[in-house]
C-alpha cells in the first residue's frame, strides 16, 4: 500500500528487535479485509484464530503483511497493534514491567502457544511482544 522515494526492503524475516507485524483487532474482521485487500493489492487469507474468532490475513506477493482478529468484545473500539520480535519474551515481560509498562495479556498457552505478551506503555499506547522463530526454522507469523 505504501512504497517509500528510497525503495522498500528486501521481504526479510525480521530479527529480534525489529517490527514483526501489524494485526487489526477489528468489531469486524470480513467487513475491514473488504477495506484493506484493495488498497494494498492483498489476498485476503483466512487463518485459524485464537478461539472461535475469524483471522485473516492480508497477503502480498506470498508474504503475509498483516493479520486481521475479531474482537469479542464489541464496546472497544477496533485498533492496530504493532508487534516486536524479541529473543526472549520472559525477559522482554520483566523489562517491560521494570520500566513502567503493563502487561495486559500475559504470555500464556491458549494465545499463540505462549509466545506472544500484550502490554501499556507509561502513557496507554498498546504493544505486543512476539518470540517467534525464523521462517525458516518451521514457524511462520504471529
Do not use: C
Amino acid at each position: 500500500m505504501i512504497h517509500t522515494a528510497s525503495g522498500d526492503p528486501s521481504d526479510l524475516f525480521p530479527s529480534d528487535n525489529a517490527w514483526l507485524w501489524l494485526e487489526l483487532w477489528a468489531k469486524d474482521a470480513a467487513k475491514m479485509a473488504e477495506f484493506y485487500g484493495p488498497l494494498g493489492a492483498y489476498s485476503v487469507v483466512h487463518q485459524e484464530g485464537p478461539g472461535d474468532r475469524p483471522e485473516l490475513h492480508l497477503v502480498a506477493a506470498g508474504f503475509p503483511r498483516a493479520g486481521i482478529l475479531e474482537i469479542e468484545r464489541k464496546d472497544v473500539p477496533s485498533t492496530w497493534l504493532p508487534y516486536v520480535r524479541v529473543n526472549d519474551l520472559q525477559q522482554t515481560v520483566a523489562a517491560i514491567e521494570r520500566a513502567g509498562g503493563r502487561i495486559v495479556v500475559a504470555p500464556s498457552p491458549e494465545i499463540r502457544g505462549g509466545k506472544v505478551a500484550v502490554f501499556l506503555d507509561p502513557l496507554g499506547a498498546a504493544m505486543a511482544v512476539a518470540e517467534w522463530k525464523d521462517e525458516s526454522e518451521g514457524e511462520g507469523k504471529p
